[in-house]
């Protein structure tokens, strides 16, 4: 089998042009299941999808990260494939394999406490950008608001006595979305210093301002919370979108209903809310206990 995969591999290099890091871990697949296969009394032609079955069987016995293991596949796939193409085989075995379920990656996020430490700081209230920037993080995190979506806002977007903004989410979809006191605070605080930023006609239709006058961008958010992550001193990777995380985390673990919180986050499918219950079973696990007749 090794002609055969050296073979494969000057396919992907030179005709598909694959990265070099891609033929590497392919080569290695390939000698792994080669060895598997010789062990286990087949060859590359006479190897059936029963075979690979029970190579991945394998893998899984081993412990394997599911990323590891579907590309494992791919590269089986693949290569059974070429073979086919060329003529050496009349099938090939990897196409009726399932691909495995991917691990669901828990989005980063800050405890109840880590974000009260995030958020208060001596704020200097006669600077427009410190105000500025203490407004910012208060509504990312009363608001759940993604990054791209805050620093699109618009003062008529803002309904400050009511506590609301309209919000245009992904594919222009809008939705109302309420904020706490604490946000509501710090943002007449920074609209009351807004006009010093403000320094032309442009800039009168955004809420948040940079100091030039102009509407706020994302890598300027992204900035201001690193810095803040710095200074309160989080070991984990803390993004902006980890307030969204943390807004979504916190309501779930204070009872509000998932569907409730699907459409503060302009989810479209309630799927993409369900990963938030993985950041706290412990919480759903004492519910469930307490709730459950038969617990």
């Given amino acids: 089998m090794k002609k055969e995969i050296e073979e494969f591999l000057d396919y992907l290099r030179y005709e598909k042009n694959a990265s070099p890091h891609t033929v590497l871990a392919y080569g290695r697949d390939l000698q792994q299941l080669a060895s598997y296969l010789k062990e286990n009394g087949y060859n590359w032609r006479t190897a059936d999808t029963l ?4 190579f991945l069987a394998e893998l899984h016995q081993q412990e394997l990260k599911k990323s590891s293991i579907v590309r494992k596949l791919a590269a089986m796939r693949s290569f059974f494939g070429f073979c086919l193409k060329k003529n050496w085989r009349q099938d090939n075995p990897g196409s009726l394999l399932a691909t495995p379920r991917q691990e669901q990656l828990i989005p980063g996020f800050l405890t109840e406490e880590e ?14 950008l410190e105000v500025r920037d203490k407004a910012i993080l ?3 995190y009363a608001s759940g608001l993604r990054v791209s979506e805050l620093t699109s806002l618009n003062l008529e977007d803002l309904h400050l006595k009511e506590r609301l903004l309209r919000v245009k989410g992904k594919g222009k979809k809008e939705r109302i979305i309420p904020f706490g006191r ?9 609209l009351g210093l807004r006009p010093l930023l403000a320094l032309n006609k442009m800039s009168e239709l955004a809420i948040f301002l940079n100091y030039r006058g102009e509407r706020l961008n994302p890598r300027s958010v992204q900035r201001l919370v690193q810095k803040r992550i ?18 979504a985390s916190h309501l779930l673990s204070r009872g509000a209903d998932l569907r409730a919180i699907q459409e503060l986050l302009g989810h479209r499918s309630l799927a993409t809310t369900q990963k938030y219950t993985h950041l706290d079973l412990s ?13």
């Avoid at 200074?231 to 807004?247: N, T």
């Fill in 51 to 54: 075979a690979l079955r029970g």
């Fill in 115 to 128: 974000t009260s430490r995030l958020l208060t700081w001596p704020v200097k209230t006669s600077d427009p």
């Fill in 138 to 140: 208060e509504l990312l």
């Fill in 230 to 247: 710095r200074q309160i001193a989080v070991a984990r990777k803390i993004s902006p979108h980890s307030l969204r995380h943390s807004f």
């Fill in 182 to 190: 604490e946000a509501e605070k710090w943002l007449k605080e920074y």
């Fill in 283 to 295: 919480h759903l696990l004492e519910v469930y206990r307490q709730s459950h007749p038969r617990s």
